[in-house]
């Protein structure tokens, strides 16, 4: 068995995206995660089995409580504007084709970014982190069912907001 | 282009991979013989893989993950630390323990555990387990109960001579892991106390020495009682009372009549431990 502190450095990048996901910002995801380092640090009832599959969701799940508990405090319209200051930054320059592949994924994070709070979660923990609906479900302590429509919403809306991309995209306006 | 009716669970389940595998192979027969289902299907596919294409979608800093990783480890250091402190602290507690049990709670000496029975035994917090002067039926009573044989005499008196001491009854109590005998006496309403034990702890020590032939006596006082202790045998004796007198003249209180007086002559003074 790994050690507590292995595991919880190998769930930092889903956990640094799934923050992302949640707040819409570089800044202050890196804030939700140091919290959530911490929080998990300190805590009593740690998974009974200290695998990348027990953590992980575990780790979601505290991470989504500090961001509602900030979001409840009203924070929320401070972090939204140092939100609209990140996107206001300029691109750092790189080689052609990674240029185009990182315009590409910005373009791709941009329209993640611009779903509902609510669809982007569920959207970002399947797409992305490749949560089951069922671990989905444990996160977000909804049904199953809610999960299935907010996916279903973030997918037409991201449908609609891909249309213009590539080859496949072709296929995602048809 | 919409799915038909009732398959749009199905289509996001079907790009979900949430199906089974019978739910997998009759939809993929759906999705051969319906143009719409698969229309939609492939729309939700293409925006899946746009998505996954961009993974890992957001760019995540080192300075992140270095900063949890020093999280990580200052939080490790902590409990290595305190884990440390706690097998220092359980290592001394075990050491503190096991002196208590060498040195601290190990049974008094046998006088003076006699002088704390019978002080319990006066107060009324030890029960006897026969009450009888018959010397015969005590005996009889804690032969089973003790490690050692026991038959208590029945000193004779002369005529006209009443005895100075009466036998009030006995109890069993435990010394050193074994059983040792309790036997109570009354002399004119004072209760004299004899405890009697084979463990080879219960050997007298200290006090005041006086040798009568082959016995060794010894004298201690302590909290106002007259503690008597002597081996005899393999089994050794503590008689314990309030009654006066200091080295053999507390033996001739008992054992002052003519009838008895042989049993304390020649009780002469020994080196003093």
Redesign the interface.
Known sequence: MQRFGEVLLMCHGALYRYARALSGDPGVAEELVQETYRRALAARNKPAVLSLEQVRPWLFTIQRNIWQNLVRDSRREAEQELEEEAHAAPEALSPEHLLQQKFLRSEIAQAVDSLPDAYREAFVLREVEELSYAEIAAVIQSPLGTVMSRLARARQILRRSLAAYGPEHRRVSR | ?SACFGN??SI??Y??A?MTPQETIEFEKHLIECPQCR?QY???R???????G?????D??D???Q???R???R??TERRRLALRAAGLAAVAACVFVCLVVWGWREPAFPIFAGQAHRKFVEGGTELGIRSSDPQAVSEWLRPRIEFPLRLPDYPVNGGELKRYRLAGAGVMPYAGRRSAFIAYDMGGKPITLLMSAAPRAAPSGGDVYRSGKLVFRFVERDGLHIISWTDRGIHYALVSELGGRGADSCAVCHGQAAERHLIEGLTPGRHN
């Open positions: 282009m749009q669970e996001h389940r790009v979900d949430e229309a492939q729309g939700l293409a925006v899946s893989d746009l998505v996954r961009a993974r890992p979608l957001y995540v800093p300075a992140s993950f900063a949890a990783r999280l990580v480890e939080a490790e």
